[in-house]
């Protein structure tokens, strides 16, 4: 059986937290603090993008990131059944809904998928 890495565990969770409490400080001095999620992912992307480009990026973060992926995709479950509680208050404004949420959860999943694809 294969040793947990604690310590790449901490930093990683680390790494994740840091950025996306920083995009939600300041997405809240532009009155937007529900972009803080979005705006964290981007710039930890854009990061790790920059810091692959002069050196290298370490096995560790890497395996620990890729266990994380595969162990949150639960986390999206009690997200599916507050969604689905919403489209029921929404009446008219359900297409306009799905749109946006279609929208904003494929766009970002593609474009990571492409950019861990090309460069990670």
Sequence with gaps: MKDIDWTAWFYTILLIVVFRE???AITKVFNHP???????????????LIWRRFRKISNRLIDTN?????????AFLPICA????????????IPVFLFVLTLSTLLPLWIYAKMAKRWL
């Design 82 to 93: 507050g969604s689905l509680i919403m489209l029921v208050h929404l009446g008219k404004e």
């Design 34 to 48: 529900e972009l803080g999620n979005l705006v964290g992912l981007m710039s930890l992307l854009a990061t790790l």
């Design 22 to 24: 920083g995009a939600v």
């Design 66 to 74: 890729n266990k994380i992926m595969k162990e949150s995709a639960f």
